[in-house]
Nanobody, 126 residues
């Protein structure tokens, strides 16, 4: 049974930092894509960052480039999202996603992924 468990969300002031973690279990961590998405109330879920091919390739939404960093620890089956210089517009529920089975699509598109975590809330106050 595939499980993705996010942690690390919380409430910070603008300019602050958080590190989100996504612990994966129940499948062979094969180095396909893992992604982070966020969804604010009343808005669509959007791709924030993705890491693919054993961690050699990363993708970022324009809105987070230079501020967020995605990384992985294959030994721990964990993907991280370091978020720096947080802005109020970054506030959202953040979801981890895994591609298992060689799906196609751009790594920041939700259709690329077939497993999702329950999410962790990020609140940023101005």
């Amino acid at each position: 049974q595939v499980q993705l468990v996010e942690s690390g969300g919380g409430s910070v002031q603008a300019g602050g930092s958080l590190r989100l973690s996504c612990a994966a279990s129940g499948y062979a961590y094969s180095g396909l894509c893992m992604g982070w998405f966020h969804q604010a109330p009343g808005k669509d879920r959007e791709g924030v960052a993705a890491i693919c091919t054993g961690g050699t390739t990363t993708y970022y939404a324009d809105s987070v480039k230079g501020r967020f960093t995605i990384s992985q620890d294959s030994a721990k089956n964990t993907v991280y999202l370091q978020m720096n210089s947080l802005k109020p517009e970054d506030a959202a529920m953040y979801y981890c996603a895994a591609e298992i089975g060689g799906l196609s699509g751009f790594p920041l598109d939700s259709g690329r992924y077939n497993y999702w975590g329950q999410g962790t809330q990020v609140t940023v106050s101005s």
